[in-house]
């Protein structure tokens, strides 16, 4: 069984702290994403990387920022957390033909 | 962009009881995908079907790409079947998911 990982299930944190969140696969998947869930827009897509080091803006990247260093690594990257960032995170991986997604069990993360 | 529209947006059903779940989608699509996302916000893998009919258990999938829809059918619900379920697709090469906005099942004893 696929497996997505992330590194905390709920977070605070205060306007203006840089946050991490992670994640991590165990299935060799090539694309990694990041989506966020708010209510009543949705998913809609952060970051996605195809490879190691490489990374695709999503529709929403404005505030954040990704790192690939391993290929079973992904983290998202909140350079100074603001509260309309409050949000559920979530993870994804896929194989680079077939694009199947799995997702991790989400990050809620608020910002105070 | 791709727009995918699901239908009904809630639905309450007596336990035991047969539904069914649409996903309109206005263009083609090299991926679908169906969602079960539980009360504690994970979304569970339950099909991944650009086109044909798929079974697991109680549920079952069928796409017409051909006619852009998805069909979701859950038979004799449980109250564990409740939730929100999501139609997402993959369009050309963007490889990113576009999300429907789901269809919210509660299952009543």
């Known amino acids: 069984d696929v497996k997505v990982t992330q590194s905390s299930r709920y977070l605070v944190k205060r306007t203006g702290e840089k946050v991490f969140l992670e994640c991590v696969q165990d299935?060799?998947?090539?694309?990694m994403f990041w989506y966020r869930q708010d209510p009543g827009l949705g998913l809609r897509l952060i970051y996605f990387?195809?490879?190691?080091?490489?990374?695709e803006k999503g529709d929403i990247p404005e505030g954040y920022s990704v790192s690939r260093e391993k290929k079973e690594r992904f983290s998202l990257i909140l350079e100074s957390a603001s509260t309309n960032q409050t949000s559920m995170y979530l993870c994804?991986?896929?194989?680079?033909?077939?694009?199947?997604?799995?997702f991790g069990p989400g990050t809620r993360l608020t910002v105070l | 962009g791709i727009q995918v529209e699901q239908s009904p947006p809630d639905l309450i059903l007596q336990e035991g009881a047969n539904s069914t779940l649409r996903c309109n989608f206005s263009?083609?699509?090299?991926?679908l995908q169906w969602f079960h996302q539980n009360p504690w916000g994970q979304l569970i893998n339950l099909f991944y079907?650009?086109?044909g009919t798929k079974q697991n258990g109680r549920l079952s999938a069928t796409t017409v790409a051909t006619e852009r829809y998805s069909l979701l059918y859950i038979s004799s619900s449980q109250t564990t079947d409740s939730g929100v379920y999501f139609c997402a697709v993959e369009r050309g090469g963007r490889r990113a998911l576009t999300f429907g906005s789901g269809t919210r099942l509660q299952v009543q004893p």
């Open positions: 990387s195809y490879d190691v080091k490489m990374k």
């Open positions: 994804a991986s896929s194989l680079l033909l077939s694009n199947e997604q799995f």
């Open positions: 263009d083609s699509v090299n991926n």
């Open positions: 299935m060799d998947h090539e694309n």
């Open positions: 079907i650009p086109s």
